[in-house]
């Protein structure tokens, strides 16, 4: 038997280390669909970012439009909220959901549903077509996101199978 200046060496496996009851638990790969929505939310959410600086770019635009100086007021700050609200909703939402989170995937559906019903005040207001087009992108963007969170190759990890 010849033995090693060092000492016993470890064994090592080609095979990977699997979790035991006191290790921590493996994480599950988490599916395309699931992968591209999660993107796609971080996406939305620096897209709405875009959207809060544009509103106070575009703030004297709606002001020539309407003409009522009051309601123009209200844009900074509103648009200043609005945009750190929905960036923080967006950015959890990607967070909870490649985590596996099923609540995640309904509450952002629902949060979906609620741009939607935003997007439809916007596009009856009195900014101009640009601007109602750029609002329109982050409920695209929610829409094709919540599509891929509800595709049969989803659900399983979202339910644990």
Same mark, same amino acid.
């Given at each position: 038997?010849?033995?090693?200046?060092?000492?016993?060496?470890?064994?090592?496996?080609?095979?990977?280390?699997?979790?035991?009851?006191?290790?921590?638990?493996?994480?599950?790969?988490?599916?395309?669909? &699931?992968? $591209?929505?999660?993107? !796609?939310?971080?996406? +939305? =959410? /620096?897209? @709405?970012?875009?959207?809060?600086?544009?509103?106070?770019?575009?703030?004297?635009?709606?002001?020539?439009?309407?003409?009522?100086?009051?309601? &123009?007021? $209200?844009?900074?700050? !509103?648009?200043?909220? +609005? =945009? /750190?609200? @929905?960036?923080?909703?967006?950015?959890?939402?990607?967070?909870?959901?490649?985590?596996?989170?099923?609540?995640?995937?309904?509450?952002?559906? &629902?949060?979906?549903?609620?741009?939607?019903?935003?997007?439809? =005040?916007?596009?009856?207001?009195?900014?101009?077509?640009?601007?109602?087009?750029?609002?329109?992108?982050?409920?695209?963007?929610?829409?094709?996101?919540?599509?891929?969170?509800?595709?049969?190759?989803?659900?399983?990890?979202?339910?644990?199978?």
């Amino acid at each position: 038997m010849t033995t090693s200046p060092y000492g016993q060496q470890p064994a090592y496996s080609d095979a990977p280390a699997r979790s035991d009851a006191s290790g921590p638990p493996m994480r599950r790969a988490i599916p395309k669909t &699931v992968d $591209l929505a999660s993107k !796609l939310m971080v996406a +939305g =959410g /620096v897209f @709405g970012v875009i959207n809060t600086i544009v509103s106070f770019a575009a703030a004297d635009v709606v002001r020539s439009s309407n003409g009522n100086t009051s309601s &123009v007021q $209200l844009v900074g700050p !509103l648009a200043i909220v +609005g =945009g /750190v609200i @929905g960036l923080a909703l967006w950015l959890w939402m990607a967070w909870a959901m490649r985590r596996g989170h099923n609540w995640a995937r309904v509450l952002s559906t &629902v949060f979906f549903g609620l741009g939607a019903l935003f997007l439809v =005040g916007d596009a009856v207001g009195p900014a101009p077509v640009w601007l109602k087009l750029m609002v329109a992108v982050p409920p695209l963007i929610g829409l094709v996101a919540v599509v891929l969170l509800w595709k049969k190759e989803s659900g399983p990890f979202f339910t644990g199978r």
